[in-house]
């Protein structure tokens, strides 16, 4: 099992996880494309909300920048702090909020604990796209044809390391392996495989596993994390481009 | 192999574990009992240097502290830095350079690329003890006998994870929990499990799977590294008094 996980010597690329926003520069050097990974729920729902008509998500920093947008005409203000929808706004991180609407034209300013956090600090890699179980497929099909080194971002949880995003990190590196393309020189990396691989067969067990928050929030939140742990929901890859996620055309050649 | 490792619900204290220096601050709280761990190799050569006789351990910070005791009567001074000992120095942080020596009697003053930076930070810590394979039952069945929350702290590899500390973490934490009287609280804590669990059936496997600074130095590092990976090869448990590290009398009746 362990030797496995590295057994391609003759890789052209690289592709490792992060598992903090605040390592970020420990492990940003010569990696062309960053994913940021925030499965519960940041990098979910925008997936969910691009699967559902969404124009552009802009990524706000603070809860202030997000408020100016309440009740702006074409503009949906999302904000959560701590698993909670900040007071004022009428949407959180919950990708199930934007399921079964029709969000054609509309444009998310969204503020979130950790995810957008974590397309902060990766702003000004050359490419920064977004990852979630939803789009695990047709992210991993996009990242296996581009030539540069990939950096699985995982956002964490208040600067802690996060089960569900490494083990997600894990599910695409274990794709990207296997095309022989790419290899990995960081011990997070194998970790995550590992966690991946212990998890394999039932990633909905990763949040039973998961105690502290998860016990306090579990019920209210049940629906929204299966939701973001169904894999290939969705084939739209979020793009950063400028300061607003966009979809990414995924029929142009290879970056 | 998931709800394994979070079986036990019932348990009295908590075990954790921290994955860099870095973050002890985030994991430090209600942690009575610390264990730092550095695997390749400052806290295998703690364990080593007391098993062959020395009185006390002074890990300091900078090698300018270790320097003051080299050629002084009854010292050994010992200083890494980046995997080599540091010029002018005799030792660095090999626990063979203190096999089949008689050490009786003599203090090393001990300054290390990381595991002597993880001692700084949790210096503060109700009891602070060394952890490495060399001494993981007598180290784990002292553990299970107290009455505390017990953070496992790893050095990692300059402020990033490393593979070799998280897996003997979850090796300690795999007998802790096995008691039933320890649970645990945060995800990196599974996942050090989940790591254990994948490399449990060959440690020295670890090693080959962590690719950078092991292709680098392997060949030279060799007889090292498989020393620092054959567990129970000591029973002394080496502990933070003041300034010093001392030998732990594991007779004295559970702190």
Redesign the interface.
């Known amino acids: ?3 496995e ?2 057994s391609n010597a003759d890789y052209k690329y690289r592709v490792e996880v992060c ?1 903090f926003p605040g ?1 970020y520069p ?2 940003a050097q010569d990696m062309g494309i960053v994913v940021v990974i925030d499965v519960l729920r940041a990098t979910s729902a925008m997936v969910a909300a691009f699967e559902n008509g969404v124009d552009r998500i802009i990524p706000v920093s603070t809860i202030e920048e997000a408020a100016a947008y309440i009740g702006k005409e074409g503009y949906i203000a999302a904000a959560e702090r701590n698993g909670e929808v900040v007071e004022g706004f009428a949407y959180g991180n919950s990708p199930l909020a934007y399921v079964g609407e029709d969000l054609s034209g509309k444009t998310i300013v969204m503020t979130t604990t950790n995810g957008t956090k974590a397309i902060n600090v990766a702003k000004d890699a050359r490419m920064l796209v977004v990852g979630s179980f939803l789009n695990l497929t047709a992210l991993s099909e996009w990242l296996v044809q581009q030539d540069d080194n990939i950096l699985l971002l995982c956002s964490g ?7 569900e995003d ?1 083990v997600f990190a894990g599910a695409v590196m274990d794709r990207l392996l296997e095309s022989g393309k790419f290899g ?5 990396s ?2 995550a495989k ?2 991946f ?3 394999r067969d ?1 990633f909905f ?2 949040v ?5 928050r998860r016990r306090i929030q579990q019920l209210q939140l049940l629906p929204d994390v299966k939701y973001c742990l169904t894999p290939d929901q969705s084939a739209v890859i979020p793009v950063l481009k400028g300061s607003e996620l966009v979809r990414l055309d995924t029929t142009l050649s290879p970056a």
């Open positions: 099992m362990m030797q996980a590295v598992f390592q420990l492990y949880w208040k600067d802690k390391f996060n089960l490494s990995v020189e960081e011990d997070s194998i970790a590992y966690m691989m212990s998890a039932n067990s990763v039973k596993a998961a105690p502290r």
